[in-house]
């Protein structure tokens, strides 16, 4: 390994296609993770307010 490219804790600070494939990969799974983790935390809508909704605007 060069060793005049530096390393983040294991992680390459190179420009090259394989590094910012990497990088995007773990982007993207931060991203989903962050996305679940907000749709679990969301409380569901009552029934009785979807229903409310939707029958007002019928009218």
């Known amino acids: ?12 600070t190179d420009n090259s296609s394989s590094t910012n494939f990497k990088y995007d990969l773990i982007a993207s799974k ?6 679940n983790r907000q749709r ?7 029934v009785g307010i979807v229903f409310s909704i939707s029958g007002d605007s019928w009218t």
Do not use: D
């Open 40 to 46: 679990r935390l969301v409380p569901a809508p009552s």
């Open 30 to 35: 931060m991203m989903t993770r962050i996305q």
């Open 1 to 12: 390994m060069n060793t005049h490219i530096p390393n983040f804790n294991g992680f390459p």
